[in-house]
C-alpha cells in the first residue's frame, strides 16, 4: 500500500499527517477532507492553540481521534478533555464544539456517511 496522501478514493491508502498537514495549510483552513466515498469521509482538523472552533452541527455521525495537542470538547452541554489519543463519537445534529484549546491540535475526523451526503437532514 502505498502513501495516497494526494488522492480523495484510493480503494486502498495510507496517508501521511505531515503531508497531509501541509496541504491543509497551503489551503488556508483549518479542514482538509483527504478521503471521499460514499459511506463515509475523513479529514485532518487543526486547531491553533487559542483558536475559536466555529463549526456547526453536521447531518453525518461523526468520530474525532485526537492525534496531537489538547483542549476541550463541549458535546451536548458535556465537556471532556482531550489530547493525543481521545477518541469522541458525536451523533448528527448534535451541538458540539472545541474549546479551550492550550496546544495545536490536530484531530481525525471521519463522518458516516460521506460529510454532506445528508444536507438538510439534521
Known amino acids: 500500500m502505498s502513501d495516497q496522501t494526494g488522492s480523495a478514493s484510493p ?5 501521511n499527517v505531515a503531508r497531509l ?6 489551503s488556508d483552513g483549518p479542514y482538509l477532507e483527504f478521503l471521499r466515498v460514499p459511506d463515509m469521509s ?3 482538523y487543526v486547531l491553533e492553540a487559542g483558536a475559536m472552533d ?4 453536521h447531518a453525518e455521525d ?9 483542549g476541550r470538547l463541549r458535546v451536548d452541554g458535556d465537556d471532556v478533555a ?8 458525536v451523533a448528527a445534529g448534535v451541538e458540539h464544539r472545541f474549546r ?3 496546544d495545536r491540535l490536530t484531530i481525525l ?3 458516516g456517511p460521506a460529510e454532506r451526503s445528508r444536507a438538510g437532514e439534521a
Not at 480503494?11 to 496517508?15: E, K, L, S, V
Not at 498537514?21 to 497551503?26: K, L, N, Q, T
Not at 461523526?62 to 489538547?70: D, N, R
Open 82 to 89: 482531550v489530547e493525543p489519543g481521545t477518541i469522541a463519537f
Open 21 to 26: 498537514d501541509e496541504r491543509r495549510s497551503a
Open 100 to 102: 479551550d484549546i492550550r
Open 54 to 57: 466555529r463549526q456547526l452541527p
Open 109 to 111: 475526523v471521519v463522518f
Open 11 to 15: 480503494r486502498t491508502a495510507a496517508w
Open 42 to 44: 475523513a479529514g485532518l
Open 62 to 70: 461523526e468520530i474525532y481521534a485526537v492525534i496531537s495537542g489538547s
